[in-house]
C-alpha cells in the first residue's frame, strides 16, 4: 500500500469516528477527534511536501541536463577550433585527454574478451569513465584552462572564446549545486512523511490501528459502528 494510499484510509478512519458525534468518546488524548485531526493535516502536508520537493529535484536534473547537453556539444568545436589554429601537436594531445574524458571516451578500444574469461565472470562488466556531472563539468574546465593557455586560440565566434566557456563552467556547477540541495530537500521532506506516518511514537499507523481496536472495544465486533471502518487497511512499509 502506498503512503497516500495509507493517508486517504486515515482520512476516511477519521471522518467515520466523527460520525459517530458523542458516542466516540476514547480516554486516550491521541485518539479523540482534534488530535486525530490534527495529525491528518500533518499527514497530507507532509506527502504535500514530498510532491513539491520531488518536482523541485525533477526540475533541477532538467536544467542541468540541458547545460551539461551544451557542454558534450561545444567539446568537439573547442577541439576542432583548437587544432585550426596550427598550436603544437602536444597542445592538441592535452586537449584531446580532456575532450575525451568529457565525452566518456577510452584512448584505445576495449580489449576483446575471451570465451573462457566471459564463461567465468559472464556478468563482471565495469565502466571505464565512470562519467559523473561532477568530471565531467571538472574535466571540461581542464580542457578550457589548455585552449585558454594557449595564445593562438582566439576564435571570433562568440560561444567558443573563453569568457563565454568560462560562464558556461559556472553555470555547470551552480547547475550540480541545485541538484544536490534539491536532492537533499527531497529526502529530509520523505524522511518527515515516514517519520509522520510511521516511526513517531503516535503516527498515523500507530493511530489508526489503536483507533480500530478502541471502536471494536467500545462498540463491539459486530457493531454497526466497527463494520464501517473495519475494512480499512493501513500497511507499514519496510523504511
Given at each position: 500500500?502506498?503512503?497516500?494510499?495509507?493517508?486517504?484510509?486515515?482520512?476516511?478512519?477519521?471522518?467515520?469516528?466523527?460520525?459517530?458525534?458523542?458516542?466516540?468518546?476514547?480516554?486516550?488524548?491521541?485518539?479523540q477527534?482534534?488530535?486525530?485531526?490534527?495529525?491528518?493535516e500533518?499527514?497530507?502536508?507532509?506527502?504535500?511536501?514530498?510532491?513539491?520537493?520531488?518536482t523541485?529535484?525533477?526540475?533541477?536534473?532538467?536544467?542541468?541536463?540541458?547545460?551539461?547537453?551544451?557542454?558534450?556539444?561545444?567539446?568537439?568545436?573547442?577541439?576542432?577550433?583548437?587544432?585550426?589554429?596550427?598550436?603544437?601537436?602536444?597542445?592538441?594531445?592535452?586537449?584531446?585527454?580532456?575532450?575525451?574524458?568529457?565525452?566518456?571516451?577510452?584512448?584505445?578500444?576495449?580489449?576483446?574478451?575471451?570465451?573462457?574469461?566471459?564463461?567465468?565472470?559472464?556478468?563482471?562488466?565495469?565502466?571505464?569513465?565512470?562519467?559523473?556531472?561532477?568530471?565531467?563539468?571538472?574535466?571540461?574546465?581542464?580542457?578550457?584552462?589548455?585552449?585558454?593557455?594557449?595564445?593562438?586560440?582566439?576564435?571570433?565566434?562568440?560561444?567558443?572564446?573563453?569568457?563565454?566557456?568560462?560562464?558556461?563552467?559556472?553555470?555547470?556547477?551552480?547547475?550540480?549545486?541545485?541538484?544536490?540541495?534539491?536532492?537533499?530537500?527531497?529526502?529530509?521532506?520523505?524522511?518527515?512523511?515516514?517519520?509522520?506516518?510511521?516511526?513517531?511514537?503516535?503516527?498515523?499507523?500507530?493511530?489508526?490501528k489503536?483507533?480500530?481496536?478502541?471502536?471494536?472495544?467500545?462498540?463491539?465486533?459486530?457493531?454497526?459502528?466497527?463494520?464501517?471502518l473495519?475494512?480499512?487497511?493501513?500497511?507499514?512499509?519496510?523504511?
Amino acid at each position: 500500500m502506498s503512503h497516500v494510499k495509507n493517508a486517504d484510509a486515515y482520512s476516511r478512519l477519521v471522518g467515520i469516528c466523527t460520525g459517530y458525534g458523542g458516542k466516540y468518546n476514547p480516554g486516550r488524548q491521541t485518539l479523540q477527534l482534534k488530535a486525530m485531526r490534527a495529525l491528518l493535516e500533518e499527514a497530507q502536508s507532509s506527502l504535500q511536501h514530498v510532491k513539491q520537493t520531488e518536482t523541485d529535484y525533477n526540475k533541477a536534473t532538467n536544467q542541468r541536463e540541458l547545460t551539461f547537453m551544451e557542454i558534450q556539444n561545444l567539446a568537439p568545436l573547442v577541439l576542432d577550433m583548437l587544432k585550426s589554429t596550427g598550436v603544437p601537436a602536444q597542445t592538441i594531445k592535452d586537449a584531446y585527454h580532456f575532450f575525451r574524458l568529457v565525452k566518456g571516451r577510452r584512448a584505445t578500444p576495449r580489449p576483446p574478451i575471451s570465451a573462457d574469461e566471459a564463461e567465468a565472470a559472464p556478468k563482471r562488466i565495469r565502466s571505464y569513465t565512470h562519467q559523473s556531472y561532477v568530471s565531467i563539468a571538472d574535466n571540461f574546465a581542464r580542457l578550457v584552462q589548455t585552449v585558454e593557455a594557449e595564445p593562438l586560440y582566439r576564435p571570433n565566434e562568440a560561444k567558443l572564446q573563453v569568457p563565454a566557456l568560462r560562464q558556461l563552467i559556472s553555470e555547470a556547477l551552480t547547475a550540480n549545486g541545485r541538484v544536490l540541495n534539491a536532492k537533499v530537500a527531497w529526502a529530509k521532506a520523505r524522511a518527515k512523511r515516514d517519520e509522520i506516518l510511521y516511526k513517531a511514537e503516535h503516527a498515523v499507523y500507530v493511530t489508526a490501528k489503536a483507533a480500530k481496536h478502541y471502536v471494536r472495544a467500545a462498540f463491539g465486533k459486530k457493531s454497526n459502528e466497527y463494520q464501517q471502518l473495519a475494512g480499512l487497511s493501513f500497511t507499514k512499509p519496510s523504511l
